[in-house]
């Protein structure tokens, strides 16, 4: 096996030789500015970096070390950059910790102590590196059948956990698509009433003259077509929840009687002469502004109250960090075995392409995509042209060994599926031989 790389960053040539030798456990490279630190990086991808804030041209100062500390964070945000500094030690502490750096220590350095810190920030590199693999395999089951692996979505989840067994409402505000149903039907299961039914209407979806009829339902010749006394959605949820999808198209007139119902809890059909007393939890959600809407007289402050003890954001799904690729892995599952038993995951471009899109329908969208994707593609793997996003010309790679690597994995997905999943055969179109096709799809984790 060869030596984990440590990159030290150091312009005292004196510190960087003492350093180069100190160390026998790790290959240590050493550069002294901030341009061959970054091409050292894109180099070797170390997993720890040691650097030293004060150098050229500022090397009395910080800002060169800073500098560098941002972009080596940019562009390798995993990597764990230990900064040294002597002058003005914590401040730049400070600075730096909050801009990233994974630790600091102050000059002049003690080699043992600067030794137990690199070797810790190795050993967390590997976990977290490990930890991340794992998340990607995450299966559904936490918060309501949810998927999520970004810290964003962690937090709604863990928030409406709190939510979901207290008797409050709760509106859910996000673009559609988000989950926002999904998220409401999960509170109903972790809640109070999860024996009753879920019922959910979407009031945008409903004739304004029929939402009333659907809300609360009608007696008997109430009006021309009501041939049987109907109960409304309301009442259906009595003993459960009611999702109100869409809540803030819900006309004014209506808005008073759904008002009505919440402060006293009985509906009274339409056409109908008794008040029917009923138990339901309330969970409403919507797309739109309401707190404008109610600013402008179109929805009733009363009603918003009532409505949105608790109100929940729920995050686009660009905003998810590592959301959409999860998803797609899981959709590709899920669609291949009902529709293309075939695919078996998604290709490097493809990956790329759903890191890189910014997915206006959110997950609805990319549910969309990837089934019709699975549909379409003709070999195992489903690639961004399935997906119809183009080619992912915007994604900037981390180095060339990267690049590569999407490129081989694009070749030998293609390959494969010219060659239905023969490894020879497959070989043989990429001009190597077997073991080396073999050994290829290993490196890359690949399906053979
Ligand atoms: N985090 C998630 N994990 C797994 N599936 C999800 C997730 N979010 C959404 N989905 C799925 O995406 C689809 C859309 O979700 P949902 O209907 O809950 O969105 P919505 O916000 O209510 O949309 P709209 O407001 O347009 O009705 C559903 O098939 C849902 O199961």
């Given amino acids: 096996?060869?030596?984990?790389?440590?990159?030290?960053?150091?312009?005292?040539?004196?510190l960087a030789r003492q350093l180069r030798w100190t160390y026998e456990a790790y290959e240590v490279v050493v550069v002294g500015d901030r341009a061959a630190a970054l091409d050292a990086l894109r180099l070797h991808e170390p997993a720890v970096v040691t650097l030293d804030l004060g150098l050229p041209p500022d090397p009395d100062g910080t800002a060169e070390g800073f500098a560098t500390l941002h972009a080596m964070l940019a562009m390798a945000p995993t990597t764990k950059v230990i900064v040294a500094s002597g002058h003005g030690a914590r401040e730049s502490a400070l600075a730096a910790i909050g801009d990233g750096a994974w630790d600091f220590y102050q000059k002049p350095i003690d080699i043992d102590a600067l030794g137990l810190i690199v070797s810790r920030a190795f050993h967390v590199h590997a976990l977290e590196a490990e930890n991340r693999r794992l998340q990607a395999k995450v299966v559904p089951g936490a918060f309501g059948g949810l998927l999520y692996a970004s810290p964003e979505m962690g937090r709604v989840a863990r928030q409406l956990e709190r939510v979901a067994p207290a008797d409050v409402s709760v509106m859910l505000l996000g673009a559609s698509g988000t989950g926002k149903e999904l998220l409401a039907r999960g509170i109903h299961e972790a809640g109070p009433r999860r024996k009753g039914s879920f019922v959910a209407i979407n009031c945008a979806a409903i004739p304004e003259t029929l939402l009333e009829a659907e809300l609360f339902g009608y007696e008997k010749g109430a009006f021309t077509g009501a041939v049987k006394t109907t109960e409304g959605k309301i009442e259906q949820a009595a003993g459960g929840t009611l999702f109100l999808d869409e809540i803030g198209d819900v006309p004014l007139p209506l808005q008073v009687k759904l008002l009505r119902f919440l402060q006293e809890r009985v509906v009274e059909r339409i056409g109908g002469r008794k008040a029917i007393p009923v138990d339901t939890r309330v969970v409403c959600a919507t797309h739109q502004d309401v707190d404008a809407m109610v600013a402008e007289g179109r929805f009733r402050e009363d009603l918003y109250?009532?409505?949105?003890?608790?109100?929940?954001?729920?995050?686009?799904?660009?905003e998810r960090t590592g959301d959409a690729a999860l998803l797609a892995k899981h959709f590709v599952g899920r669609y291949a075995k009902a529709l293309n038993p075939a695919v078996t995951g998604l290709a490097a471009d493809a990956r790329a392409a759903v890191d890189a899109w910014r997915w206006p329908g959110n997950v609805r969208e990319l549910e969309n995509r990837v089934k019709r994707a699975v549909i379409m593609a003709d070999g195992k793997l489903v690639t961004a042209a399935d997906l119809d996003l183009g080619d992912s010309n915007g994604v900037v790679e981390l180095n060339l060994r990267t690049a590569r690597e999407a490129a081989d994995r694009r070749a030998i997905g293609r390959a494969l599926a010219q060659a239905e999943g023969n490894i020879s055969g497959a070989s043989r179109l990429l001009g190597v031989s077997r073991p080396t096709?073999?050994?290829?799809?290993?490196?890359?984790?690949?399906?053979g």
């Fill in 305 to 318: 109250y009532r409505l949105a003890e608790i109100v929940v954001k729920i995050p686009a799904l660009a």
């Fill in 1 to 14: 096996m060869s030596r984990p790389v440590l990159l030290v960053v150091e312009d005292d040539a004196g």
């Fill in 437 to 447: 096709l073999y050994d290829l799809l290993k490196s890359y984790h690949l399906h």
